[in-house]
């Protein structure tokens, strides 16, 4: 056998095809912790090997030219600042695109692994306290500086410090600190001995120049008088102009740093990019038809199926497509504020649940019931409890309803049948009578002090029409909600100071799990700490005891089952009301751009402004035809 024998022993001709296979297998050889590797992933091995020469997801020889005009992607109208790291006021969609980068960025053909960028190499420690990044000796800032480790430990700094938006603060309380070996070695102690501080300073933290914060005299400034002030960052491109907060041009640098970098090989292919702010939706789906702006994602599948149509798709101008992904779609629910006393008692909230009717919301199809904290995924529960599971689970069996020991959580259905839905309301009203809340004279439900049950739906939005007929089914239990609509600023506000009964939250996509995220979201501390986003208010050993799990997962499955015992918890608690996801974006976009010849598997249709772990595929890959 060649593996008793002594290499020398071995003959001469066999030693050099031996070499040869083991030299070719080398760069797909698993990334060790404690050595410089080009990509570390979270599980198993980076899928793309050492000296790659390009993603598969992009067009190599994508040519540069054009101009790509987008509308803002969310609901504010404008923007009044510069800073991406404090709140409150607004900053322009596409910083964190265009002009930053991070020392990493995620592959979107695996789940969870990061490739250098700034870095050329990474190194973990073997028991995860600590990560190093080598930066690239060409990495440039837009002004020509190098990037350097100081650079990188002034971004942490900021980032993290007292100054910073609560987001920012809680994403990197993993990281103990920043420290400069030397002039392009940085190491990160962490506290939190998990994948996510490693991706979140590794793919998540933004790197700007120190001369972004000087005064006209050269003088730091803190970081709450930063407004105005455009960030110097080392990204493909830099702002050119602004106007009043309604528009914004990035161009891109002729000269780019990482032009030749396989990690950026057929990215950016647009001369400029152009963001328009408009006032509402409705003038945004004009400006769109009337060729504004290039491409749309629509949300309502009403709209995209009756106002996505018209000459200009039938005869090929506007392409309209549906694409598919792989992402987890996280949980898009009514989240019931349990800080109200109205919410605390359990039957009360599966009533709510079954007042709410997903097949009438969903007329126009492309929808699923959200049954999941993780739809679309392995991670979502399925079937019974398995030991590893119940081993998270037992400990707390007298705090959790009986139900988290059977199957999954299956949403309330009515299948457009009335008598299902007549059935589904009798229920409710059974449990809200249980719960102490009786049908009065006045036709309304009241409790043994007579006060009415109403709430309030916090809306940003000007359509909610799904509300409106939640509403409906709620009258005939006698509940009356009313929906608030506020605009963008004041619903940011009142979330951050959880002042609100009930709203509409999506919790992402993504990949994979991001565990510091479901502390920030489920976590008993972050439900005290205003600025986080446990807007249900989640106080729960059980839970706190499971993230914890999801933190020190050293596998996926170890990862999958700690997922499905938060799942089975989360859903049978009725901390909310689940509504729908989808696994697709529905896309209409003027004919003018070329696409490469194949999607990722991870990906975001949308013009997004915050940091993900997904790439924003069309803007980054696309190109002008």
């Known amino acids: 056998m060649i593996a008793a024998m002594r290499w ?51 067009n190599p020889d994508a040519p540069k030219r054009g101009q790509l005009t987008l509308s803002q992607p969310d609901r504010r109208s404008s923007f009044d600042k510069f800073n991406v790291f404090t709140i409150p006021t607004t900053y322009p969609a596409g910083l964190q695109i265009w002009v930053l980068e991070t020392l990493a960025i995620y592959g979107a053909d695996e789940p969870q692994t990061m490739y250098g960028l700034l870095a050329e190499e990474i190194k973990v420690a073997p028991d995860r306290s600590a990560v190093w990044f080598r930066l690239r000796a060409n990495a440039r800032f837009s002004n ?18 007292k100054k910073a938006s609560p987001d920012w603060q809680t994403n990197l309380a993993g990281v103990a600190a920043a420290v400069v070996e030397d002039e392009r070695t940085i190491r990160f102690e962490l506290k939190e001995k998990g994948t996510d501080s490693i991706f979140k300073v590794g ?32 990204g493909p491109y830099i702002v050119e102009k602004e106007d009043s907060g309604r528009r914004i041009v990035f161009k891109r640098q002729a000269n780019y740093w990482g032009d030749s970098l396989n990690v950026r090989r057929g990215f950016f292919n647009f001369e400029r990019v152009v963001y328009r702010y408009y006032e509402d939706e409705d003038v945004i789906a004009e400006a ?69 009717d997903f097949d009438a919301t969903n007329k126009y199809g492309g929808f699923q019931p959200a049954d999941s904290v993780f739809n679309n995924s392995d991670f979502a529960a399925q079937g019974l409890p398995t030991p590893a599971e119940l ?82 089914a709620l009258k005939k239990l006698g509940i009356t909600l009313t929906v608030r609509r506020v605009d963008y600023a004041l619903f940011s506000r009142r979330l951050e100071e959880y002042d609100f009964d009930t ?29 986080n ?17 999801m933190a020190a997962a050293r596998t996926l499955d170890a990862l999958r089952d700690a997922c499905r015992a938060l799942d089975r918890v989360v859903m049978w608690n009725h901390w909310q009301v689940p ?46 035809k």
């Not at 629509?298 to 995209?304: E, G, K, M, S, W």
């Not at 006393?341 to 007042?355: C, N, T, Y």
């Not at 208010?537 to 706190?544: R, T």
């Not at 896309?587 to 940091?611: C, E, H, M």
Request: net charge positive; charged share 25%; glycine share 6%.
């Open 8 to 58: 020398p022993d071995i003959p001469r001709t066999l030693r050099c095809l031996l070499a040869l296979w083991l030299a070719a297998l080398a760069p797909w050889a698993a990334a060790i912790d404690g050595e410089w590797t080009h990509a570390w992933a979270s599980y198993g091995e980076p899928l793309y090997p050492k000296g790659f020469s390009h993603f598969g997801y992009v």
């Open 288 to 356: 769109f038809k009337a060729g504004e702006t290039d491409l749309q994602r629509v949300y309502r599948a009403r709209i995209f199926a009756r106002q996505h149509a018209g000459v200009k798709w039938n005869d090929g101008r506007i392409v309209k497509k549906t694409f598919h992904t792989q992402n987890i779609e996280a949980l898009q629910s009514y989240q019931l504020n349990l800080r109200k006393p109205k919410f605390q008692d359990i039957r009360v909230r599966q009533a709510l649940g079954l007042s709410f």
């Open 144 to 161: 020509g500086d190098p990037v350097r480790a100081a650079d990188v430990k002034f971004s942490f700094d900021t980032a993290s410090s």
């Open 579 to 624: 509504q729908l996801f989808s696994a697709t974006h529905k896309v209409s976009y003027w004919n003018k751009f070329g696409l490469p010849a194949r999607t990722p598997k991870y990906y975001q249709i949308d013009t997004g402004q915050d940091v993900d772990t997904q790439i924003p595929w069309p803007l980054i890959t696309w190109w002008i």
């Open 203 to 234: 793919a998540y933290l933004l790197i700007v120049s120190p001369k972004w914060a000087l005064d006209a005299a050269g003088r730091p400034k803190p970081l709450d008088q930063i407004v105005t002030e455009h960030p110097i960052g080392s």
């Open 503 to 531: 709203t509409t939250i999506v919790e992402g996509h993504f990949p994979i799990p991001p565990v510091q995220d479901y502390f920030r979201i489920y976590s008993s501390k972050s439900a005290e700490d205003k600025g």
């Open 533 to 549: 986003d446990n807007y249900r208010g989640v106080k729960s050993p059980a839970v706190d005891h499971i993230l914890n799990a």
């Open 391 to 472: 081993a998270l689970l037992e400990p707390f069996r007298k705090d959790l309803p009986a139900e988290v020991f059977g199957p999954p959580y299956k949403q309330p259905r009515s299948f457009n049948d009335p008598l299902k839905m007549r059935a589904n309301l009798l229920k409710a009203r059974e449990l809200l009578a249980a719960a102490g809340w009786k049908l009065a004279p006045d036709g309304k439900l009241r409790n043994a002090q007579g006060e009415a049950f109403e709430f309030e739906y916090l809306s940003p939005s000007e359509s909610s029409q799904r509300e409106s007929e939640w509403a409906l």
